[in-house]
């Protein structure tokens, strides 16, 4: 990891390349995953199961490509009791905090008996991606499916790559849990292409959500206008600002609790005291030689994770509103105090005992964050992300009277003669 102070050498030059990372990656991959999306919507199944061969190392049928509730039984019976209940009790934590976001429809009447509202509505089918290459992830089934399911959802359907035919079986085990309807063995940009598209086997979704690789990513870009999606996830980034007091043990292994997660995963420490950032560091070197993902965190640490020693915490603020990180910790004497400064952040974290990994399982918020800057405009993932809307309007008639001159009066100011006909026929002439 670098150590660079605010105003030296580096500083400024790190923080330019941090918010940069990722973005030709996209650029790079769009022309295979424009044809295999292209494969997808002309020859449905058969490419499918094509692709899913040639790139996940199986011979599915169309019937296999489907989980069966046989190997979903099998699934079951793999975990233990404990893994169960703790998928179990994470469920229900999700579940009771997405219950809070739920909307409801609302209209209301005006003196002259006009009434106006909105009809909130879920939306009827979701496909949710969920990835299986380099690690298996249960957590993503729930963050992904229960707030889909709480909205409303009417058919909520999971794709995961299967290497060699091999799905996790606790994925299998989160997807039951969580009442996912299908669940189909295939991975990549034809998964995306088939939720997109619709296949005989695979039926065309309303919207698709999850996380995946630089080739789900794109595909989702791609696909997007033919169906909906939720964002285009980039690598894990955790940012942490330390006023040099608590453990310099916690900070290192919430910082590593980041970087394992990929190379381009993002560790940042923005810290008032040079001393403090120093102990941090030495606690990051030890801990890292225990961790089994320790080539993916050296990466990643090596790349995108720094220790930036800031003149007080007003800077520290400002760096992080700038960043608008996925992951911020508040890692100081009283967090509360800051907390009305940060402006930009996906989830934030108060105090030494909210690691951010609590976050990912059992807290209860969505653990699908914006990245990349995007908190600037962006949410995390939530109930209302499957509800779509519907504006309501029922003119009396004296509402029609008294908004007619005045609809008319701007259809005029932009020359559509249509529209102010239109409202003009209700008057008599």
């Given at each position: 990891?670098?150590?660079?102070?605010?105003?030296?050498?580096?500083?400024?030059?790190?923080?330019?390349?941090?918010?940069?990372?990722?973005?030709?990656?996209?650029?790079?991959?769009?022309?295979?995953?424009?044809k295999?999306?292209?494969?997808?919507?002309?020859?449905?199944?058969?490419?499918?199961l094509?692709?899913?061969k040639?790139y996940?190392?199986w011979s599915?049928?169309v019937?296999?490509?489907?989980?069966?509730?046989?190997?979903?039984?099998?699934?079951?019976?793999?975990?233990?009791r404990?893994?169960?209940?703790?998928?179990?009790?994470?469920?229900?934590?999700?579940?009771?905090?997405h219950t809070?976001?739920m909307?409801?429809?609302?209209?209301?009447?005006?003196?002259?008996?006009?009434?106006?509202g909105?009809?909130v509505r879920?939306?009827?089918?979701?496909?949710?991606?969920v990835?299986?290459?380099?690690?298996?992830?249960?957590?993503?089934?729930?963050?992904?499916?229960?707030?889909?399911?709480?909205?409303?959802v009417?058919?909520?359907?999971?794709?995961?790559?299967?290497?060699?035919?091999?799905?996790s079986?606790?994925?299998?085990?989160?997807?039951?849990?969580?009442?996912?309807d299908?669940?189909?063995?295939?991975g990549?940009?034809?998964?995306?292409?088939?939720?997109?598209y619709?296949?005989?086997?695979?039926?065309?979704?309303?919207?698709?959500?999850?996380?995946g690789?630089?080739?789900?990513a794109?595909?989702?870009?791609?696909v997007?206008?033919?169906?909906?999606?939720?964002s285009?996830?980039?690598p894990?980034?955790?940012?942490?600002?330390?006023?040099?007091?608590?453990?310099?043990?916690?900070?290192?292994?919430?910082?590593?609790?980041?970087?394992?997660?990929?190379?381009?995963?993002?560790?940042?420490?923005l810290?008032t005291?040079?001393?403090?950032?120093?102990?941090?560091?030495?606690?990051?070197?030890t801990?890292?030689?225990?961790?089994?993902?320790?080539?993916?965190?050296?990466?990643?640490?090596?790349?995108?994770?720094?220790?930036?020693?800031v003149?007080?915490?007003?800077?520290?603020?400002?760096?992080?509103?700038?960043?608008?990180?996925?992951h911020?910790?508040?890692a100081v004497r009283?967090?509360?105090?800051?907390l009305?400064?940060?402006?930009?952040a996906?989830a934030i974290?108060?105090?030494?005992?909210?690691?951010?990994?609590?976050?990912?399982?059992?807290?209860?918020?969505?653990?699908?964050l914006?990245?990349?800057?995007?908190?600037?405009?962006?949410?995390?993932?939530g109930v209302?992300?499957?509800?779509?809307?519907?504006?309501l309007?029922?003119l009396?008639?004296?509402?029609?009277?008294?908004?007619?001159?005045?609809?008319?009066s701007?259809?005029?100011?932009?020359?559509?003669?249509?529209?102010?006909?239109?409202?003009?026929?209700?008057?008599?002439?």
């Amino acid at each position: 990891m670098q150590l660079l102070v605010s105003g030296k050498k580096g500083f400024s030059r790190f923080l330019k390349r941090l918010s940069q990372r990722g973005e030709a990656g996209f650029h790079q991959v769009e022309g295979p995953v424009r044809k295999i999306l292209d494969q997808v919507k002309e020859h449905r199944d058969s490419a499918l199961l094509r692709l899913t061969k040639k790139y996940d190392g199986w011979s599915p049928s169309v019937k296999t490509l489907k989980v069966s509730p046989g190997e979903i039984q099998k699934a079951l019976k793999t975990l233990s009791r404990e893994e169960i209940k703790a998928l179990e009790s994470a469920t229900e934590r999700i579940e009771r905090f997405h219950t809070l976001q739920m909307q409801k429809s609302w209209s209301f009447a005006e003196e002259d008996g006009t009434i106006l509202g909105q009809i909130v509505r879920p939306m009827e089918r979701v496909g949710i991606y969920v990835p299986g290459g380099k690690a298996s992830y249960p957590s993503s089934v729930l963050m992904n499916a229960i707030p889909a399911r709480v909205a409303g959802v009417r058919k909520i359907i999971m794709a995961c790559p299967a290497p060699k035919g091999y799905l996790s079986p606790a994925v299998l085990a989160a997807a039951r849990i969580a009442r996912v309807d299908e669940i189909f063995k295939i991975g990549g940009a034809q998964a995306i292409g088939a939720m997109a598209y619709g296949t005989k086997t695979i039926p065309k979704m309303d919207k698709i959500v999850g996380p995946g690789n630089i080739y789900v990513a794109t595909a989702k870009r791609m696909v997007f206008g033919e169906v909906s999606i939720d964002s285009i996830a980039g690598p894990s980034e955790i940012l942490i600002i330390s006023d040099g007091r608590g453990a310099p043990s916690y900070i290192a292994a919430d910082l590593l609790s980041q970087a394992e997660h990929d190379e381009q995963a993002a560790a940042i420490l923005l810290c008032t005291s040079r001393n403090f950032a120093k102990e941090v560091y030495k606690e990051v070197s030890t801990q890292l030689t225990e961790l089994p993902r320790r080539k993916i965190a050296e990466r990643s640490l090596n790349d995108f994770g720094a220790l930036l020693i800031v003149k007080n915490l007003s800077e520290a603020v400002r760096i992080s509103n700038d960043l608008a990180p996925e992951h911020l910790e508040l890692a100081v004497r009283n967090p509360w105090t800051l907390l009305d400064k940060i402006e930009n952040a996906g989830a934030i974290f108060l105090g030494p005992i909210s690691p951010e990994p609590i976050g990912d399982y059992v807290a209860g918020p969505n653990h699908v964050l914006p990245t990349g800057g995007t908190a600037r405009f962006s949410s995390p993932l939530g109930v209302y992300d499957f509800l779509k809307r519907s504006s309501l309007i029922c003119l009396s008639p004296a509402g029609l009277k008294k908004l007619s001159p005045v609809a008319m009066s701007l259809a005029r100011m932009e020359n559509l003669e249509g529209h102010r006909r239109s409202i003009q026929e209700r008057q008599g002439g």
